[in-house]
């Protein structure tokens, strides 16, 4: 989360290039590799360019195709975002990533704040290229020449990227698998950590 943040629209082509040359630098040769929202369809990026980096991809809570209805509603936050700040959307992120009754929860406060600070603390310029990014996903025509094992993963009440959503890209591609994680939203992994970490250890292990 450290890393640069130049101004400007990035694109999904963009984030996987990032990608491979972090793995370039690390000296890794072929991956399993998950990602959550952005960062699942960055995993399904990769997986389609570079399909000898990637063994098995875990998509989790993501869409791969925009549309424009989806288009207008990140161009809506980004101008949101760039006249008041990450704060005038908090509420509403908040509220597409954690349930209510996960955000209700008093024994859940310390991760609602964590994930709070963490969305506070992200620099606008990065929050606005990467939402740009999401507004020119063009994936799902192509997702029948992914060959790599993929498994998609997503809350039962994540509004972004639905289960049905979620279950046309486990459709579409050559091997792929849906899991559906009950009383989770867009962040099933932090929804619900000992169901979502069950169902992704349980695949990768067969």
Wanted: net charge negative; charged share 20%; aromatic share 6%.
């Amino acid at each position: 989360g450290g890393s640069a943040v130049p101004a400007g629209d990035y694109t999904i082509s963009t984030l996987v290039d990032d990608l491979v040359g972090l793995l370039a630098a690390l000296k890794i040769e072929n991956v399993d590799i998950m990602g959550i929202s952005l960062g699942g369809a960055t995993a399904v990026g990769l997986a389609l360019e570079y399909p000898d980096l990637v063994r098995r991809v875990i998509c989790c809570d993501a869409i791969v195709e925009s549309t424009p209805q989806y288009a207008d509603g990140w161009r809506e936050r980004i101008a949101i975002a760039t006249e008041k700040g990450l704060g005038a959307l908090w509420e509403g992120t908040s509220g597409r990533w954690l349930t209510d009754e996960f955000r209700a929860a008093p024994s859940n406060a310390e991760t609602v704040k964590l994930v709070q600070d963490m969305f506070l603390g992200t620099s606008v310029h990065g929050f606005s290229g990467c939402a740009a990014a999401l507004t020119t996903l063009n994936y799902q025509s192509r997702l029948p020449s992914l060959v790599a094992p993929c498994l998609c993963v997503t809350g039962s009440d994540d509004v972004a990227a639905p289960p049905e959503v979620m279950g046309q890209i486990a459709t579409a591609v050559e091997n792929g698998d849906l899991e559906v994680i009950e009383n989770a939203a867009h962040l099933s992994n932090l929804n619900q950590p000992e169901a979502f970490n069950a169902a992704v250890l349980e695949w990768l292990r067969r």
